[in-house]
């Protein structure tokens, strides 16, 4: 059965320094592996995504993620942090799980970035 | 190309009462997914369908809540009777999987249902 834990329920960062949103997977098949972000009172929108191609995974607005599997994990980076960068971020697990016929697609606990000016 | 639509937006209801939300995948996703969200939690998936067809509806409180697809097309997911527990947003979400294995979902706007 897959499952996904975001190891961090808030980071805070100031703004200009680099932003680590942890996130560690399990999987019975090859998934495929995402990163949404939600800001207050707005839909999910998605920020990359990993699906067996290149393990480091460039997305919008200065995110990227590398998928390393034997470490089981999928942490989002980016360089310089922003003021518009505060929102809550979800890391996600899709596979063919149980039924071969769709994907399952299961959603971590969420992390809250907060930017400090 | 026009994305997953969602109505209502908003719902307040009185517990005990019965509401049903409507969802409009995008053409040609075979795949649509109904998500809970409580606040400050992330989303729980509530029911997959395959076009119209259940392939996973193991954490729907069948109890209370109920869903259908038919023509494997728009989906309704109904609640009766409400709780105050049921207060959360509910996302609809399509994705083109056709037994290809992974691909992206994408989200409508959700509806916030607030049980009084």
């Known amino acids: 059965a897959q499952s996904v834990t975001q190891l961090d329920s808030h980071v805070s960062v100031s703004e200009g320094t680099p932003v680590l949103l942890r996130c560690n997977y399990s999987?019975?098949?090859?998934?495929?592996l995402f990163w949404y972000v939600q800001h207050p009172n707005k839909g999910l929108q998605l920020l990359l995504k990993?699906?067996?191609?290149?393990?480091l995974v460039k997305g919008i607005n200065g995110f990227e993620a590398e998928f390393k599997k034997s470490e089981t994990s999928f942490h989002l980076t980016k360089p310089s942090a922003h003021m518009s960068d505060a929102a809550e971020y979800f890391c996600?697990?899709?596979?063919?799980?149980?039924?071969?016929?769709?994907?399952?697609?299961?959603f971590g606990s969420g992390t809250r970035l907060s930017i400090r000016p | 190309e026009a994305g997953v639509a969602q109505s209502p937006r908003y719902k307040i209801i009185e517990k005990r009462q019965s509401v049903a939300f409507w969802c409009n995948p995008i053409?040609?996703?075979?795949?649509l997914y109904w998500y809970q969200q409580i606040l400050g939690q992330g989303p729980k998936l509530l029911i997959q369908?395959?076009?119209?067809?259940?392939?996973?509806d193991s954490q729907l409180p069948k109890d209370r809540f109920s869903a259908e697809r038919l023509k494997g097309v728009d989906s309704t997911l109904k609640i009766q009777p409400a709780k105050l527990e049921d207060s959360a947003v509910y996302l609809c979400?399509?994705?083109?999987?056709?037994?290809?294995?992974?691909?992206?979902?994408?989200f409508g706007q959700g509806t916030r249902l607030t049980v009084v």
């Open positions: 996600v697990v899709s596979d063919l799980g149980r039924y071969s016929s769709a994907s399952k697609i299961i």
């Open positions: 053409s040609g996703h075979a795949t």
């Open positions: 999987s019975s098949y090859s998934p495929s």
């Open positions: 369908f395959q076009n119209n067809g259940v392939v996973d």
């Open positions: 979400a399509s994705s083109l999987a056709r037994g290809l294995g992974n691909t992206e979902a994408f």
């Open positions: 990993y699906t067996s191609a290149a393990t």
